[in-house]
């Protein structure tokens, strides 16, 4: 049992194998092989309590059947109610992605950073670039000059084929 | 519960990055990845979006193109020829290509379009392949000219390739030499396979693991991999006898079988212990004493499962002459597999003495059935109940979307089943 805490200072206690699924954990844990008890604790500062909820409810619903992840071939149902249970898992605010993302590269979680980078993407799709500025919070620093003319004429390739 | 440590050691930890609640804050290479699940169109506009974003989409790592997302091929073919270049040689991992051309609209064009159009998917593939990717899948219906580049056989990056070509020629996939060092997954959809691009297939790829054939016809005899795992056969059709030696083969998946239409036989495969098999339809007349020895080479499975309305007239075929299959541990039946005569099932069984599970899911098969073959047969002998002994059998699971059959099938089974024994049977409803 190893036992995560957040920058909230909550607790959350994982089996190893269960937490083994995220490869800086499992780095962590090999390196620290036995020493004291105390070792076993991890720190994941900076992030909400939010967060690991999340992360280690992922985390038991891969651990519960990794072989059928393996051999993708032979049960076509399980891995349809995988991808349901990620849809809905995945169904949740920009913000919530956000730091899943951050959370799951510095954990380096691959197949949930790949899921919520997925989302996030999804979300962006057929959107008006102010649309995706204020979802995504970018700062629009174009000059005036640079919106109305530059950037039209210099990408007017990409812009040529607007279909629809 | 362990106590919590009340000075935890803040070297060494996982260090995170502050939590910062918008997307403008990640990383370039988070973004990259984000914009890499995009179709290409939508990635590139983001160009627009700030100076940051500027450039990044051409970074990306994954390149899907489809025609489908253009109007007119002009357009397509301007496009993708632009974000290759623009794309130059940075890194990418997936590159996907999908094109399909009407017949009427090869008519329509000058034959003269179409080279050049067929020269520029060279041109594409090459131009890919300089990037050393991962995964490559390309698409391609009604280009009568096409030849994949030879560059394409011998990438030693490439680890996942998928080719679903359909031309009436039939020419595209001739190479001379494959070499393909990394390769692991490898599917064919459509094409057409001789001996030799098979045998130049599973010799040139020494890592290959799973093999996946769809629709295809198979114009050769034999596969032998020392190597392959997962071998998938959908809906292929073959003239020939094709015999396979496999020895590190494991699992098996055959669907919409049609026992005559391809002929397989298992010559060397003692690793194999999962199979999954779906009849499409069983037709008398291209019965062949084939078929008995697909079923003597399960000995060593321990995972079967069987589906299709086809099954059953094949079954009442075979299970007299059927061999033990002392491995067998779970055993699924399903679709229209044993809807009118459960009785069989007591019969299968008798040659499972060691199953573990017995999974029946009795939905009705959404392919219609041969009126031919879908009438009572009068065959007798196996149709009478038969008690079996499986030692070991725990659990049943039935599946059922017609409650009045489900009592039939339960009598029979509880009927014949060794005595003494527990068995726990779930019952679930479609």
């Known amino acids: 049992m190893i036992t995560l805490i957040s920058s909230d200072k909550r607790k959350f206690h994982v089996l190893e194998e269960v937490a083994n699924q995220s490869l800086t954990i499992r780095d962590v844990i090999e390196d620290r092989r036995g020493r004291r008890r105390a070792d076993r604790i991890i720190l994941v500062t900076n992030i909400n309590s939010k967060i690991p909820e999340k992360v280690i409810v992922y985390w038991l619903r891969h651990f519960l059947m990794p072989e059928e992840i393996a051999h993708a071939s032979m049960s076509h149902k399980k891995a349809e109610k995988l991808k349901k249970w990620e849809a809905k898992f995945f169904d949740t605010d920009i913000d919530t992605l956000n730091d899943l993302i951050l959370a799951a590269d510095s954990l380096d979680i691959p197949s949930l950073f790949d899921g919520a980078c997925e989302k996030v993407s999804d979300i962006l799709k057929n959107r008006s670039a102010e649309e995706v500025g204020e979802i995504s919070k970018i700062e629009n620093e174009f000059t005036h000059e640079e919106e109305e003319e530059e950037i039209p004429s210099e990408n007017a390739w990409v812009w040529r084929n607007e279909f629809a | 519960m362990e106590p919590p440590h009340k000075h935890p050691r803040r070297n060494d930890e996982p260090t995170m990055s502050p939590s910062l609640p918008d997307l403008s804050t990640l990383p370039e290479l988070v973004?990259?990845?984000?914009?890499?699940?995009?179709?290409?169109?939508?990635?590139?506009?983001?160009?627009?979006?700030?100076?940051?974003?500027?450039?990044?989409?051409?970074?990306?790592?994954?390149?899907?193109?489809?025609?489908?997302?253009?109007?007119?091929?002009?357009?397509?073919?301007?496009?993708?020829?632009?974000?290759?270049?623009?794309?130059?040689?940075?890194?990418?991992?997936?590159?996907?290509?999908?094109?399909?051309?009407?017949?009427?609209?090869?008519?329509?064009?000058?034959?003269?379009?179409?080279?050049?159009?067929?020269?520029?998917?060279?041109?594409?593939?090459?131009?890919?392949?300089?990037?050393?990717?991962?995964?490559?899948?390309?698409?391609?219906?009604?280009?009568?000219?096409?030849?994949?580049?030879?560059?394409?056989?011998?990438?030693?990056?490439?680890?996942?390739?998928?080719?679903?070509?359909?031309?009436?020629?039939?020419?595209?996939?001739?190479?001379?030499?494959?070499?393909?060092?990394?390769?692991?997954?490898?599917?064919?959809?459509?094409?057409?396979?001789?001996?030799?691009?098979?045998?130049?297939?599973?010799?040139?790829?020494?890592?290959?693991?799973?093999?996946?054939?769809?629709?295809?016809?198979?114009?050769?005899?034999?596969?032998?991999?020392?190597?392959?795992?997962?071998?998938?056969?959908?809906?292929?059709?073959?003239?020939?006898?094709?015999?396979?030696?496999?020895?590190?083969?494991?699992?098996?998946?055959?669907e919409d079988y049609c026992p005559g239409i391809i002929k397989l036989s298992l010559k060397n495969t003692p690793s194999l212990s999962k199979v999954f098999v779906s009849y499409k339809f069983f037709n008398e007349n291209y019965f062949s004493s084939a078929e008995f020895g697909f079923f003597n080479c399960l000995t060593t499975v321990t995972d079967l499962e069987l589906y299709g309305p086809g099954l059953q007239e094949l079954l009442e075929k075979i299970i007299l002459n059927c061999p033990k299959l002392h491995c067998l541990k779970q055993l699924t039946f399903g679709q229209g597999a044993i809807n009118k005569k459960p009785a069989l099932l007591c019969h299968l069984l008798r040659n499972t003495p060691n199953l573990q599970k017995l999974t029946i899911s009795d939905k009705q098969h959404s392919v219609p059935e041969k009126p031919a073959t879908s009438g009572e047969p009068k065959k007798k002998g196996v149709t009478g109940e038969i008690p079996f002994r499986c030692k070991h059998l725990k659990a049943i699971e039935i599946k059922y979307s017609d409650p009045s059959r489900l009592h039939e099938l339960i009598g029979i089974l509880l009927r014949n089943k060794s005595h003494g024994k527990r068995v726990r049977i779930d019952l679930s409803r479609f």
């Not at chain 2, 990845?33 to 940051?52: G, N, W, Y």
């Not at chain 2, 017949?103 to 392949?129: C, D, E, G, M």
């Not at chain 2, 009604?142 to 080719?163: D, I, Y």
């Open chain 2, 31 to 254: 973004l990259i990845h984000i914009l890499s699940f995009m179709d290409p169109k939508e990635a590139v506009q983001t160009c627009i979006l700030s100076k940051r974003w500027r450039n990044l989409w051409t970074r990306v790592t994954s390149l899907n193109f489809n025609k489908h997302a253009f109007k007119s091929t002009a357009d397509f073919v301007r496009f993708v020829t632009d974000v290759l270049f623009f794309h130059g040689a940075s890194k990418l991992d997936t590159f996907r290509l999908s094109w399909c051309v009407h017949k009427h609209a090869v008519s329509t064009h000058s034959n003269k379009t179409y080279q050049i159009y067929v020269s520029n998917i060279s041109a594409w593939i090459f131009s890919a392949l300089s990037c050393k990717p991962l995964t490559i899948s390309l698409v391609l219906y009604g280009f009568a000219n096409l030849k994949l580049p030879r560059v394409l056989f011998t990438c030693a990056s490439l680890e996942q390739l998928e080719l679903d070509i359909f031309d009436s020629r039939k020419k595209a996939i001739e190479p001379k030499c494959v070499n393909l060092p990394n390769l692991k997954k490898l599917k064919f959809r459509y094409c057409e396979l001789n001996n030799l691009v098979m045998q130049g297939i599973l010799s040139g790829c020494p890592l290959l693991e799973e093999l996946s054939l769809d629709g295809c016809s198979l114009k050769f005899s034999e596969m032998k991999s020392d190597v392959l795992r997962c071998l998938t056969i959908l809906s292929c059709q073959s003239s020939r006898m094709v015999e396979i030696f496999m020895p590190s083969l494991i699992s098996l998946h055959l």
